[in-house]
T-cell receptor, first 118, second 111 residues
Framework: GAGVSQSPSNKVTEKGKDVELRCDPISGHTALYWYRQSLGQGLEFLIYFQGNSAPDKSGLPSDRFSAERTGGSVSTLTIQRTQQEDSAVYLC????????????????FGPGTRLTVL | SQELEQSPQSLIVQEGKNLTINCTSSKTLYGLYWYKQKYGEGLIFLMMLQKGGEEKSHEKITAKLDEKKQQSSLHITASQPSHAGIYLCGADTDSNYQLIWGAGTKLIIKP
């Protein structure tokens, strides 16, 4: 079946502009994660959605960042008034479930969106 | 220091040679995930190890979990150009959905 898809694959924007990044998780996966990956760095957790529960927004770096997940499927990450330090690859992942069940917790990643803020 | 250390940061290996990448946690490991990433692509899931000294193999890649050392090693036998990429480990240290991540090991295979 189809994997996680993300769009756009690349986004170049000017400082101060807003951007929207989209993630389509694997069908049937209830958990969805957003990460940020800067050059040479590991993954920085941003936000987590699980079913109809309130999202865990603890990783969002500032109030310029927000995300929503409509209908328990597609998710959009919005960055307002972009800054140069927002430049990074934004990765989305989904998993079948969540909770302590490593087999179903395995996260499957999309190809990422490379954001460049000029 | 990072909670999850990967070593080495980068590795250049002659094609056909064996290599090992390590992932060491400062916390108890409840699960350890290995992924591979190529430029412009997302992370590809390789394998997951659970607590208990587990070892798994996939083709020429073997990963082990040493719970006493709080460490996992990923070993590639007879490396090939297709093995080149960045290897990342992610660890479950709290039995919840959030993983902590290593910074990655960049592997280059010399022909």
């Amino acid at each position: 079946g189809a994997g996680v898809s993300q769009s756009p694959s690349n986004k170049v924007t000017e400082k101060g502009k807003d951007v929207e990044l989209r993630c389509d998780p694997i069908s049937g996966h209830t958990a969805l994660y957003w990460y940020r990956q800067s050059l040479g760095q590991g993954l920085e957790f941003l936000i987590y959605f699980q079913g109809n529960s309130a999202p865990d927004k603890s990783g969002l770096p500032s109030d310029r960042f927000s995300a929503e997940r409509t209908g328990g499927s597609v998710s959009t990450l919005t960055i307002q008034r972009t800054q140069q330090e927002d430049s990074a690859v934004y990765l989305c992942a989904s998993s079948l479930a969540s909770g302590y069940s490593p087999g179903t917790d395995t996260q499957y990643f999309g190809p990422g969106t490379r954001l460049t803020v000029l | 220091s990072q909670e999850l250390e990967q070593s080495p940061q980068s590795l250049i290996v002659q094609e056909g040679k064996n290599l090992t990448i390590n992932c060491t946690s400062s916390k108890t490991l409840y699960g350890l995930y290995w992924y591979k990433q190529k430029y412009g692509e997302g992370l590809i899931f390789l394998m997951m190890l659970q607590k208990g000294g587990e070892e798994k193999s996939h083709e020429k890649i073997t990963a082990k979990l040493d719970e006493k050392k709080q460490q996992s090693s990923l070993h590639i036998t007879a490396s090939q150009p297709s093995h080149a990429g960045i290897y990342l480990c992610g660890a479950d240290t709290d039995s919840n959905y959030q993983l902590i991540w290593g910074a990655g090991t960049k592997l280059i295979i010399k022909p």
